[in-house]
């Protein structure tokens, strides 16, 4: 009786513990690598779409009528439902009692959405169309709703989708430090994978010939592509996911408690999160916030990359003369090209992340290392930019027409060269920090999902 009372007493919640941390269940034996292999080929999938977004969508924008000034606030969506969504995603997978399991249920939802959010925004200028928007009109404002409204869509799906999958993989792994920090390279290495398919495919011109259909009045060759593209991710994102929830499966949280003496307790939401927060260590919140200066440095880079080259390296302008639209173009296909380079970069990276942490002095050094790389490549954009400026150079040719001619090939080179050295610290920010962040939450007890909040 005593032992008895004992055990009920330990499994009791404390003050300082909300009962999330008590529903987590215990790390389970460790999966076979190819388990881990299929849950992380997701990450080609969704990266695809995004490697679309970065390279395609902020000059899209712009052809719709979004202001470039405006265009970095439709940007916002991504980080503010990370805010909101991510929390409330991880605490319902971490205490979803499903017969599918845990995990599965949301990334299948979120890759339903993916599918939803990419073929509104692909059809945006059609169905702004159709609702009323000229052809001629500089603004598309029906366009631009319907643009806007799928790419929160998008963003949101995507934050219900990747989380679960990064717990799921931290789920397979088990106990094991180093398998976990091999399931997130893997996830760093897929995600590469599909930057590489998405950068050459928004590099091709003519890739709209695969699909005819999605070349229309209200879409263009620019536009068609695009679309087609986005088909293409879906299909990819859709298949993979579909065979990797069908041969990986889990346990179910309702198996594990009935396994457990400690009582299933329920707080409100909010005091749930507040609990878990209480209980995490000092090296998760210096984690988190490193993390969040890190993403700081990252998104103007990211979302502005191809805008960068088709602008101030070579001198376009997306909302100008033909002669500057046909410029920005030209930039912005360098541009894609860049990030191929750095997708190549990045995927190698991720695989030899163990070893490099090795030869520095373990992944925290590692980490700390690449940040400065980071730093000095993006201090370097500023070189390049300048030096595009003072070499800015254009032909009168006989019949009066203005050309704008390429930058210099030293500037083009250094341009493309920032592109790819930033694979090397793009790959461990897309690894070590969630394989750390899972190890943290795994010893403080705040069930996997806490590391989403990177």
Not at 155 to 161: G, K, M, R, S
Not at 262 to 275: H, L, Q
Not at 395 to 423: D, E, N, R, S, Y
């Amino acid at each position: 009786m005593e032992s008895t009372e004992a055990g009920a007493a330990a499994a009791a919640p404390t003050k300082n513990q909300s009962s999330i941390e008590l529903r987590q269940p215990p790390p389970p034996p460790s999966s076979p690598m190819w388990k881990i292999v299929m849950v992380a080929s997701i990450a080609a999938g969704v990266q695809f779409g995004w490697a679309l977004q970065l390279s395609l969508l902020t000059p899209y924008v712009q052809l719709l009528g979004i202001p470039h000034k405006w265009s970095s606030l439709i940007w916002l969506c991504g980080p503010i439902s990370g805010m909101i969504v991510q929390p409330i995603v991880g605490f319902h997978s971490d205490t979803c009692k499903s017969r599918f399991g845990r995990r599965r249920p949301f990334i299948l939802a979120g890759a339903v959405l993916v599918a939803i959010a990419v073929f509104l925004i692909g059809y945006a200028a059609d169905i702004g169309h159709s609702a009323g928007d000229s052809v001629t009109d500089s603004v598309k404002t029906r366009a631009i709703i319907i643009f806007v409204i799928g790419f929160w869509i998008l963003d949101v799906a995507n934050n219900t989708l990747q989380g679960p999958c990064r717990a799921l993989l931290a789920d397979l792994s088990g106990s094991s430090n180093k398998k976990t920090r091999t399931a997130n390279s893997f996830f760093s290495f897929f995600m590469a994978v599909g930057n590489v398919l998405g950068y050459a495919a928004g590099s091709y011109t003519h890739l709209y010939h695969m699909l005819p259909f999605t070349k229309s009045k209200a879409c263009d060759v620019y536009c068609a592509n695009l679309k087609t593209c986005f088909f293409l991710s879906i299909a990819l994102l859709i298949t993979l996911t579909t065979i990797a929830l069908f041969y990986v499966t889990e346990q179910r949280l309702e198996e594990i408690d009935d396994k457990e003496t400690a009582p299933s307790t329920k707080d409100p939401f909010f005091s749930e999160i507040f609990g878990a927060l209480k209980g995490l260590q000092k090296p998760m919140w210096i984690l988190l916030a490193v993390t969040a200066l890190n993403w700081i440095a990252w998104f103007p880079f990211l979302l502005f990359d191809t805008d960068w080259m088709g602008r101030e390296v070579y001198g376009g302008n997306s909302k100008g003369s033909a002669e500057e639209l046909r410029v920005y173009n030209n930039g912005v296909r360098a541009g894609s090209l860049g990030l191929m380079l750095n997708a190549i970069v990045l995927g190698f990276t991720s695989l030899g992340v163990e070893v490099l942490a090795k030869l520095i002095g373990g992944v925290k050094r590692l980490w700390g290392v690449v940040n400065f790389l980071l730093a000095v490549s993006l201090a370097f954009t500023f070189l390049i930019t300048k030096l595009a400026e003072s070499n800015r150079r254009s032909v009168t040719t006989a019949g009066g027409a203005t050309h704008i001619l390429p930058p210099p090939v030293g500037v083009k080179v250094g341009a493309l060269a920032i592109f790819t050295v930033l694979g090397i610290p793009q790959a461990i920010t897309f690894s070590v920090p969630f394989a750390m962040a899972s190890i943290f939450s795994r010893t403080s007890a705040a069930g996997q999902d806490a590391g989403v909040f990177t």
